[in-house]
């Protein structure tokens, strides 16, 4: 199946936190991110030269608020919209006034129908004068996010059919990999079966594998809980360090992807239902590891 419009790549993830300056803190001086403006409620913080690729909202309860991605062209997105609504989803246009804040270009918002996520479609993102300067890990990107969903096969039908997720590997029944074509890493987002719908983690990818072990002791020394790893996941090939924001929501780190050919890529691959087939190190993951986080509910 053809689809009328194209993803350039995950841009940002918006995440609702209980206590602003202390989540900002954290990102800022632990996880690595730059702090490019904020107010009472809500903060902007990047790991390049965009002017956030994290939003931080205060709010009572943690999660996952929205995910944006960025489409290749104005014609893209303005097909992606037509498109939307002739699937009969609903489609919200931000308001000029909410884009300014953000210094965003035009953008439209959307709920996957079953979880009940929001995701955000638009097309430009101020450029800082300033590059971005890590403190310490120096990080790429962010990488991806993860959710958990009541029902995986429904989900992963919609973002396919739907949205033009492609999948890259996927455990039947327990988690799919999903890339946003034709952006090239093995995934930007992916979905795991969950007994409710929440967010699972939020990734950042890191350019040095030095990155992950210095981070380990950095974590412990600000008392911040690492919940699963040092290890490697088969699927991606990434090596991983996961650990704890202040509300208790999981952050990665990663280094390396594999990255897929837009013509001619190879066949997902369906993996083995055990542990060795997400860490070939035999890392085990924490009881409270990929816990805390709803996903915001619509007005």
Known sequence: MSFPFRYRRLAYAALNVTDLDRSVAFYRDLVGLNLSDRDEDRAALRCGDDHHNLLLYRAEAPGLKRLAFELESDADLAAAETHLKSRGIAVEAVAADELAGLKMGRAIRFREPVSGLCLEFFRGLQHMAIPYAPPHAKIERLGHVVV????LEAVHGFLAEVLNFRTSD??????AFLRCFPNPLHHSLAIAA?????????NFMVTDIDDVGRAIHRMQDAQVEIVFGPGRHPPSGSIFLYYLDPDGMTVEYSFGME???????RDPRMLEPVPAS??????RPAPNFAKVGTIEPAA
Do not use: K
């Open 170 to 175: 996927y455990v039947p029944g327990i988690v």
């Open 259 to 265: 990255e897929f050919p837009e013509e001619a890529p």
């Open 148 to 151: 958990s969903v009541t029902d």
């Open 194 to 202: 969950g007994p409710e719908n929440r967010l699972h983690h939020v």
């Open 278 to 283: 997400l860490d070939t190190w035999g890392a």
